[in-house]
């Protein structure tokens, strides 16, 4: 990229995201190159019009299978943009994408660069006879190219090259029309590599999707259809092979979720990543630390002659129930407030009982007399 009269060069995904076009530029930019454009045009012409374009691109290496597929993309990706990425994304309600390749979102503008190479790779493996209308030519095999890439691309990551629908997935589904439909979804969303931003499903969409379906518009938003996205996948888990094989493992193959901003735009806070290993590892350390200061300050006041249940209550209500530190106030938590059980057992007679007898039993202690709480 950038020698005026070097061989094409293939961009990776990052070098695409950062192309913008400026107004009437020919070349898109995946496969780049002046060479391919003021001598390639005219050889691939005339191979193809020989019937000897597939031949010569199975023969070629290096360089100069380079300058081939560079001279096709620069006939192929003017087709493909006013013939398929044009009609897909006004489907997908994106006008501005659909009035120029410059305008495509980064998302969109990967697919158009999929479907290009599609393309490309197609006409340089199927270009067997005699081809006087290349553009022509190219437009008839637009679809079947572009469905071909497409699953090969499925295929490479693991997922499904067509999705249907099981039909053990749609009984448990009850056949239900929009269920059965977000399943399907579901089965075609994990083998794109496209992402949903800092979400795993394109929730918006599916909103979208539901509304048109079903025309329950005030019912159709994102919190609705994840709820069903996960009645779906319950359904699908049933069978744990399946599941990790087709949804799974090709959801696993997207790009990681990242934040798109700060947390905070005014106090300048920004995102903290999660530390590997267990969530609950952090809380059930501190949880350990308190009960240990708990116990030692028990140990020491019944030393000096308090009764065990009058401690207790006050030593646990003060430990448990205080200001905690940088830990237990902060997510995840697997319940909405983690030490609930602990300070809400001293109100129980019963259970209170059961503390005081664990807590000696730590200290190796016995209860003097009968103080015992306990209901008979």
């Known amino acids: 990229m950038g020698a005026s009269n070097g061989p094409t060069s293939r961009l990776d995904a990052e070098q695409r995201r950062s192309i913008r076009l400026s107004p009437n530029r020919p070349q898109v930019g995946v496969y780049v190159s002046r060479s391919a454009a003021a001598n390639g045009l005219p050889r691939i012409r005339e191979l193809a019009r020989a019937g000897g374009l597939a031949e010569a691109a199975g023969r070629a290496q290096g360089a100069d299978?380079?300058?081939?597929?560079?001279?096709?993309?620069?006939?192929a990706w003017p087709i493909v943009f006013t013939r398929l990425t044009r009609r897909l994304e006004l489907s997908r309600g994106h006008a501005a994408c659909a009035s120029a390749v410059e305008r495509l979102a980064p998302d969109c503008l990967d697919r158009f660069h999929d479907d290009v190479e599609s393309v490309v790779q197609d006409t340089l493996a199927h270009a067997r006879n005699q081809v006087h209308d290349l553009e022509g030519w190219i437009a008839s095999r637009l679809t079947a190219a572009t469905v071909d890439g497409h699953r090969r691309m499925r295929g490479s990551r693991g997922a499904l090259q067509r999705p249907r629908l099981p039909?053990?997935?749609?009984?448990?589904?009850?056949?239900?029309?929009?269920?059965?439909?977000?399943?399907?979804?579901?089965?075609?969303?994990?083998?794109?590599?496209?992402?949903?931003?800092?979400?795993?499903?394109p929730l918006e969409s599916w909103s979208h999707q539901r509304g048109l379906r079903t025309g329950d518009w005030a019912g159709s938003d994102p919190g609705v259809v994840a709820r069903e996205v996960e009645q779906v996948l319950a359904v699908m888990r049933r069978r744990p092979g399946w599941y990790e094989s087709y949804v799974e493992r090709p959801l696993g193959a997207k790009p990681a979720p990242v934040a798109t901003a700060p947390i905070g735009e005014v106090t300048g806070a920004t995102a903290t990543p999660l530390p590997l290993g267990d969530p609950d590892e952090r809380i059930d350390?501190?949880?350990l630390r308190l009960a240990g200061e708990a116990v030692r300050v028990i140990d020491g006041r019944m030393t000096r002659g308090e009764k065990p249940e009058d401690i207790v209550v006050e030593v646990i209500r003060a430990v448990f129930g205080g200001t905690f530190t940088g830990t237990l106030d902060r997510a995840p938590h697997s319940v909405a407030d983690p030490l609930g059980g602990v300070t809400g057992a001293l109100t129980n007679p019963g259970r209170l009982d059961r503390i005081v007898d664990t807590v000696l039993s730590i200290l190796g202690r016995e209860r003097a007399g009968q103080g015992s709480h306990a209901t008979p």
């Open 285 to 287: 350390g501190e949880l």
């Open 65 to 75: 299978r380079a300058r081939l597929s560079g001279a096709v993309y620069e006939v």
């Open 167 to 201: 039909t053990w997935v749609a009984d448990g589904l009850r056949h239900d029309a929009w269920l059965t439909s977000l399943a399907v979804e579901i089965l075609v969303w994990v083998g794109v590599g496209a992402t949903a931003g800092a979400e795993l499903w």
